[in-house]
């Protein structure tokens, strides 16, 4: 068994569950995270009342996390036997598909908590182009729900739609949010900016980008700078092992 509750996004606890047969339903694994195990001495009490009923607990900070989610795009994204041609129109000798992680279980979580450690606090509304944002602003609402905060994912249209609702903003995002603008990877920024433009002339304030892998060689970060954003790449290429 699984499960996650979380009150602190600067904490993550693993509870590993082993057999005992003197208890019932003593096995399986639980990712949990609270303020109650801030402290040591919580800790300590936490890792007691644990043991005496066959659970043990470790502790994991949030270079973990990162760690993980660039373990799982390497061996389930990231690929290397190029070339490939890349949205921009340039050519690489890798590609990155995202999406190999983002729209799974493990990789979504993953995702979720590391862009939750990086989000400005005042941020209520979280998305980007779709499809390569989608899976990246459902998984950061979750997780920041899971710690107690209340956070919108929306997702903006490649084109308009001439029927429903139409227009290119989807979900329930307005006026009075702050949002971060996400993307999966990016080397020029096009649909990134053109996403952040779209929400802008919705009248939502933009106040941060995103970017899960940064293969701008810092150009992206720069153009976001001068527009007077603030700006957070969780992973860079050479953490993955390419140029």
């Known amino acids: 068994m699984i499960a996650s509750v979380t009150a602190n996004p600067g904490l ?74 890349l949205r921009s129109g340039a050519w690489s000798d890798w590609y990155l598909d995202a999406r190999q992680t983002t729209f799974t279980g493990e990789g979504a979580r993953l995702v979720g908590e590391a862009m939750c450690e990086v989000l400005d606090p005042s941020v209520t509304a979280v998305g980007g182009m779709t499809m390569g944002a989608d899976p990246i602003a459902v998984a ?11 956070l919108t994912a929306f997702s903006v249209r490649k084109e308009a739609k001439d029927h429903g609702t139409g227009g290119r903003l989807v979900g329930p995002v307005g006026p009075s949010d702050r949002a971060a603008v996400v993307e999966d990877t ?15 002339a919705a009248g939502i304030e933009v106040v941060q980008v995103v970017i899960l892998v940064d293969r701008s ?7 976001a700078i001068r527009r007077g954003l603030d700006f957070r790449a969780l992973i860079k290429p050479d953490e993955l092992g390419v140029k």
């Open 186 to 200: 990016a080397t020029t920024g096009g649909a990134l900016f053109e996403a952040l433009e779209v929400v802008q």
């Open 12 to 85: 993550q606890v693993i509870v590993e569950v082993t057999p005992n047969p003197g208890l019932r339903g003593s096995s399986g694994r639980a990712l949990l995270s609270g303020h109650y195990c801030r402290r040591d001495h919580a800790r300590r009490r936490t890792r007691e009342s644990a043991s005496s009923i066959g659970i043990t607990i470790m502790y994991l900070s949030p270079h973990m996390t990162k760690d993980a989610l660039i373990s799982h795009l390497r061996d389930h994204a990231l690929r290397t036997d190029g070339p490939f041609r």
């Open 217 to 223: 060689e810092g150009r992206v970060g720069e153009e």
């Open 140 to 150: 950061t609402a979750i997780a920041a729900a899971a710690q107690g905060k209340p």
